[in-house]
Every structure is written in C-alpha cells, then in structure tokens.
C-alpha cells in the first residue's frame, strides 16, 4: 500500500511540475508580444542586458534560433534502423547548451544551481557566452551573425574558420541576423512601455 502512495505521489509531482513549465510565447515573431506575454522574460533580458552588455534584440534572437523558446528543447534522437542510439550532442534548454560549456559557465560565474530549463539562467549563460565571444574573437555583441557563428562552432572553430566550410551554418547566421534586425526594430517601438511596468 506505501508504494502505491509512493508511486501516486511522484506521478502527481511530476504532471504538477510539467504543468509549470512555460509554454513557447503565443506569438514568437514579435518581440514586443513576447514580452507582453511574459514580462518576466523582459526582465532577465533587460538584467542581462546590463551585466553583460548584451543588447536584447540579438540574444532573443540567437535563443529563437537554438530553442524557439522551448524549455526543455534537444537534440533530436539518432536511430539506426530502428534503434535509436542517443543524440547528436548534449545540448539542452532554452539556449541548447552543451553539458562542457555549461559547466564551465557554472564555475566561471559562481552561479553553481543554474538550470538550463530556466530562462533566466539561460539568459545569464548567453550574456556570458557573447562577452567572451567579444573578448577572445574581437566580435562585436551587437554582431548578430557573427555572435551567432561563434555560439554554434565555439571559440576555437570561429578562430579556425570551421563555419567557412558550412555554406547552411552561414544561411542560418544571417537567418538569425535578419531576426535581430526585426526585433530591434519592433523593440524601439514598446520598450519604453515593457519598462515602465519593470521599473
């Protein structure tokens, strides 16, 4: 009979946690929408902002390309035949880091109990990323395109010019750079209002 209750009790603890989860905002192609939606969002965006001077409108734009703003995004499974045999790497979350990267951040930062499922330490973790980025490879973090090759090749490939080789890495870039354009764009026009709500 305990472990009948037991079992209820971990069921019902995980069907109330995934029903905590945050859906993908209602309309993705917006900024402005997605901040109305979740303000809280815009809140770790600004924060992030200032700590690590990484303008909004290219960090939301980088994180739709990872995870279209899905928590819980991966990798999809690889199979063979019909086996699957695990995924093409360990990135995980909103910002579809990977196990070593993040790691690293976590030691780097201090900031030990992140989670990538949250959207402010996902938010905190592209900050960081872009400000090294800037750093070690002279990148600017208002470069969306060159911000976003650098966080899907890591620093050493930029350095090497792996992307050079990746004609659809470089279509997705400027995807993203297009995107960073729009939300800038649509950021100027409701920002004054999202902050007056946050200040």
Request: a positive charge.
């Amino acid at each position: 009979m305990f472990r009948k209750l037991q079992l209820f009790a971990m069921a019902s603890l995980a069907i109330t946690l995934s029903g905590c989860a945050t859906a993908p905002p209602d309309n993705p192609a917006n900024i402005c929408s997605i901040f109305e939606q979740y303000s809280d969002w815009h809140e770790a965006a600004e924060k992030n902002r200032e700590k690590w001077g990484a303008p909004v409108h290219v960090t939301m734009a980088m994180m739709y390309q990872e995870s279209s703003f899905r928590h819980d995004a991966r990798p999809p499974m690889r199979w063979f035949l019909f086996i699957p045999y695990g995924r093409a790497s360990s990135a995980y979350g909103y910002a579809q880091a990977k196990d070593e990267t993040w790691a690293d951040y976590q030691r780097e930062t201090g900031n030990g109990w992140a989670d990538r499922d949250d959207f402010d330490d996902a938010m905190d973790f592209m900050g960081w990323y872009m400000s090294k980025t800037s750093r070690l490879n002279g990148v600017s973090k208002w470069d969306a395109y060159g911000q976003y090759l650098n966080y899907h090749e890591g620093w050493g490939g930029y350095k090497r010019g792996s992307h050079q080789r990746k004609r659809w890495l470089l279509g997705v870039s400027r995807k993203v750079e297009a995107r960073a354009k729009r939300y800038s764009e649509q950021y100027w026009q409701c920002k004054d209002e999202l902050n007056k709500g946050w200040f």
